[in-house]
C-alpha cells in the first residue's frame, strides 16, 4: 500500500518532465516511456488500492472525522462509483471495544460523531480511545475495514490499522 501511495502521487505531467529531462533524442520515444510509466502507475495504484482501502490522511476536529480517498483523488476510480461507510467504537488501550456505533452510509468522506449519541467521548487519562472504523465500496462489495484510533480528550490520530 505505501508504495503503491507513493508511486500514484506521481502526475502526467511529472513523468513528462521527467522523461524530458532524461535527453532522448526522439521526442517519440520520451512521449512512449512517459505513457508506459503512467499506465504502470495505474495498475500499481489499482493493484494495491484494490486490496489496501486508500482511505488516507486522518483527521478529526471537533467531533468530525474527515480523511481522503486516493483512488478518486489520484483518479484510479471515479467518485461516482464510489460511497464509504464508518462506524465509531470506543475502545481501551490494548483495542477492546467498549461500546460500538452502527454502520452510517455516505458518499463523502467527512462525518459527524454527533450521528452516534450512545458513544460518549472519554477524559484524557481514563485509557480509552474513540475508534472509527471506515470502508469503501466501488460496486464491488464493502473493502476491508481502515480503522482509525483517536486520543481521548486530545482529538488526535494516534494510530491507523489496515
Not at 511529472?14 to 529531462?21: R, T, V
Request: net charge negative.
Amino acid at each position: 500500500y505505501w508504495a503503491a501511495k507513493i508511486i500514484s502521487a506521481f502526475r502526467d505531467a511529472q513523468l513528462a518532465a521527467l522523461c524530458d529531462a532524461a535527453g532522448y533524442r526522439n521526442p517519440d520515444a520520451a512521449a512512449y516511456v512517459a505513457r508506459v510509466l503512467a499506465e504502470r502507475r495505474d495498475k500499481i495504484a489499482r493493484y494495491a488500492f484494490d486490496r489496501a482501502a486508500p482511505l488516507d490522511f486522518f483527521h478529526y476536529e471537533s467531533g468530525e472525522l474527515s480523511f481522503h480517498d486516493l483512488g478518486v483523488e489520484r483518479s484510479v476510480y471515479p467518485a461516482e462509483e464510489s460511497r464509504y461507510r464508518v462506524r465509531p467504537a470506543q475502545v481501551d488501550a490494548a483495542r477492546n471495544v467498549a461500546e460500538r456505533g452502527d454502520w452510517r452510509e455516505m458518499t463523502g468522506t467527512r462525518v459527524s460523531l454527533r450521528h452516534w449519541p450512545e458513544i460518549q467521548t472519554a477524559t484524557d487519562g481514563d485509557g480509552r480511545f474513540l475508534e472509527m472504523e471506515c470502508q469503501v465500496d466501488r460496486g464491488q462489495g464493502w473493502s476491508e475495514s481502515v480503522r482509525v484510533y483517536i486520543a481521548s480528550g486530545s482529538g488526535r490520530v494516534v494510530a491507523v490499522d489496515r
